[in-house]
Nanobody, 123 residues
Framework: QVQLVESGGGLVQPGGSLRLSCAVSGSIASINYMGWYRQAPGKERELVASIPTAGSTNYADSVKGRFTISRDNAKNTVYLQMNSLKPEDTAVYYC?????????????????WGQGTQVTVSS
């Protein structure tokens, strides 16, 4: 069983900051990719930022220069530092991880989602 546990959401005023965390637990061989998505009411879920095991990070244009994604491989944890928050950043933020697991001796990649954490930017 693999679980993604998120934390760090909440209510913040415009211009404020929040830091989201997502820890992956369970029987995994390695984590290939981690990312953060968000979904605002009435809108589709969209990619916010992603970070591979090695290589460059990727950001949505709307958050470039304000958000920073990072990961601690030793802790199987990904972070999203969100600065200069705007009301349009209000959404439920979901952690996503693509992991490699051995099931019945066969190595396969699986994708998992966190439960979501609410971020509300309002004065």
């Amino acid at each position: 069983q693999v679980q993604l546990v998120e934390s760090g959401g909440g209510l913040v005023q415009p211009g404020g900051s929040l830091r989201l965390s997502c820890a992956v637990s369970g029987s995994i061989a390695s984590i290939n990719y981690m990312g953060w998505y968000r979904q605002a009411p009435g809108k589709e879920r969209e990619l916010v930022a992603s970070i591979p095991t090695a290589g460059s990070t990727n950001y949505a244009d709307s958050v470039k220069g304000r958000f920073t994604i990072s990961r601690d491989n030793a802790k199987n944890t990904v972070y999203l530092q969100m600065n200069s928050l705007k009301p349009e950043d209000t959404a439920v933020y979901y952690c996503n991880a693509n992991v490699r697991r051995y099931v019945s001796g066969i190595s396969r990649n699986y994708q998992y989602w966190g439960q979501g954490t609410q971020v509300t930017v309002s004065s």
